[in-house]
């Protein structure tokens, strides 16, 4: 019998723990201070309207109707669709792999946050922080040193990925309850000391009053787009995962619209945070849209500027760094949950057996982040991964979902249980068979030609060699995955295994 969540609040916990990451607490906010505040919101706010929540009602309803992970969901609406659930599985370990390197660089901070007390007036000093203990080389040349301290975090972290999720929903139901609130919790107290900050209004007002005129930028309208397809989870067989284990009678028109929103709550929540205290300490205008660089080398600076009392700013980094910790932790796990369901599913493996073995294979491709490269090799991976892999397994799945299959079966499964909003058709099929393909599609556009200006290489100071690497091969490795899965079917049918082909209507509603 296939696992269930326990109740509905625990599956919306969950959703929401997978949708709000590190992205919200850092990714956000930059976006925000560089497109006009309230204009950046404004956009945000109309990409998850149009695009985000339609999304993730496909992905959960689908997969609540299947039982199945992301390739079986997909290949029940399309049987030549399943290698675009293979996509989106193989998108959650690339991503995965890098994302528990940055969880690693946050339980550093949060280990060194006694060294705050220290630095205090000393932003320089702070800035250096990490950078020096991760002992990055800036390039992908420095494969031979290794920082033993991220090594050990870097253990840690998988080692809490593992527990967290090692019984499925059960472990899951438990964890969330304390890695969805304390984030919150965290970001209250941080809020509240931002205000409390000389100019924290000054903050407030950079990040809610509208420059009307940001709205003129293209990149604001893509920047904004892509924060929302980010944040939502949505093209890497998470929320597959999680609407599989749904009970039938599960309000999905509902719940889709509660995850989005909280999502975006605590987007706004750490903006507030980010902008008040930036503006208490006179940096409001330091605030950068790459997370690595708020999170571990200018916010740093800022902590160390709150006060005289360098207790009081070592605290503040310990709650920081812990509220980030939490963020990560389930992001992490809610991708690793979503490989296991797809390969147990397809295979019928032991789940549990699954987990652990996708955790120590992971963990050790993983370890190319503990190196002086590691900074080099995530920036390129994380640049190819998200700016076309995955937006194109998101294309790939709003056309399979509106043009080979019929919408309105889909809506029907969103709707189903709703007694008061219903999803209306006009937005929803509107959403999935035109304005999301467009909008995905011309976003996907807009990277290729900036990559192809710049003669196919990303990033300043990474050869050609390490954009081929890490960022083509992985982007082929990504694309043909449901190919090697093909092979692999091929292969075990030699020995007995049956490949399961139902198809929409095989699967029941009870």
């Not at 997909?74 to 991503?95: D, F, Q, T």
């Not at 503006?279 to 080398?297: C, E, K, R």
Request: proline letters at 2%; glycine letters at 10%; hydrophobic letters at 50%.
């Amino acid at each position: 019998m296939r696992e269930k969540w326990s109740s509905r609040a625990t599956f919306i916990l969950a959703a929401i723990g997978s949708a709000v990451g590190l992205g919200n607490a850092w990714r956000f906010p930059g976006l925000a201070a560089k497109y006009g505040g309230g204009a950046f919101l404004f956009v945000y706010l109309l990409a998850m309207l149009l695009i985000g929540i339609p999304l993730l009602m496909v992905e959960i309803s689908v997969a609540r109707h299947t039982k199945q992970g992301a390739p079986g969901s997909m290949r029940a609406l399309n049987k030549k669709a399943e290698s675009v659930g293979w996509m989106a599985v193989s998108n959650g370990i690339g991503i995965s792999i890098y994302y528990a390197a940055v969880f690693a660089w946050v339980i550093l901070m949060f280990f060194m946050g006694y060294k705050f007390s220290g630095l205090t007036g000393d932003p320089e000093g702070a800035s250096t922080l990490w950078m020096d203990t991760i002992k990055t080389t800036g390039t992908t040349s420095g494969f031979t040193t290794i920082a033993w301290p991220v090594l050990i975090c870097l253990l840690i972290a998988w080692a809490l990925c593992y527990f967290c999720i090692r019984n499925g929903t059960t472990t899951v139901g438990k964890v969330v309850k304390y890695t969805v609130s304390l984030p919150v919790i965290c970001l209250l107290i941080l809020a509240v000391r931002g205000f409390t900050m000389p100019g924290a209004l000054d903050g407030v007002s950079r990040l809610f009053v509208p420059d009307w005129s940001a709205l003129s930028d293209s990149n604001l309208w893509i920047d904004a787009i892509a924060q929302v397809f980010y944040s939502l989870s949505t093209s890497m067989a998470i929320m597959f995962a999680y609407g599989s284990f749904l009970d039938e009678k599960a309000n999905i028109a509902i719940d889709a619209i509660i995850i989005a929103v909280a999502d975006m709550l605590i987007s706004v929540m750490a903006g507030i945070v980010m902008f008040t205290t930036m503006a208490g300490v006179g940096m409001l205008d330091n605030m950068s849209a790459s997370g690595i660089s708020t999170a571990f080398i200018i916010y740093p600076q800022a902590i160390v500027k709150l006060s005289n009392n360098g207790t009081v700013n070592m605290l503040f980094a310990f709650v920081f760094y812990f509220c980030l910790i939490t963020l990560a932790i389930d992001s992490l796990f809610s991708i690793i949950e979503g490989i296991s369901t797809a390969l147990s599913d397809k295979f019928h493996l032991n789940k549990k057996k699954t987990t652990l073995t996708i955790c120590i294979v992971e963990g050790v491709i993983s370890l190319i982040f503990v190196t002086g490269a590691g900074l080099a090799v995530l920036d390129i991976v994380d640049y190819f991964i998200n700016s076309y892999t995955l937006i194109l397994t998101g294309i790939l799945e709003v056309i399979v979902a509106g043009w080979f299959f019929k919408t309105t079966k889909i809506l029907d499964q969103v709707n189903r249980n709703t007694k008061g909003f219903h999803m209306p058709q006009w937005w929803f099929v509107s959403s999935i068979k035109f304005l999301s393909p467009l909008v995905l599609t011309g976003l996907f556009v807009w990277n290729l030609v900036n990559l192809i200006r710049g003669g196919g290489i990303y990033g300043d100071g990474y050869s050609l060699t390490a954009n081929i690497i890490f960022g083509w091969c992985v982007i082929a490795l990504i694309l043909v995955s449901g190919l090697i899965i093909k092979i692999f079917v091929k292969s075990k049918e030699k020995s007995g295994y049956t490949e399961d082909e139902r198809s929409w209507e095989d699967f029941s509603d009870n």
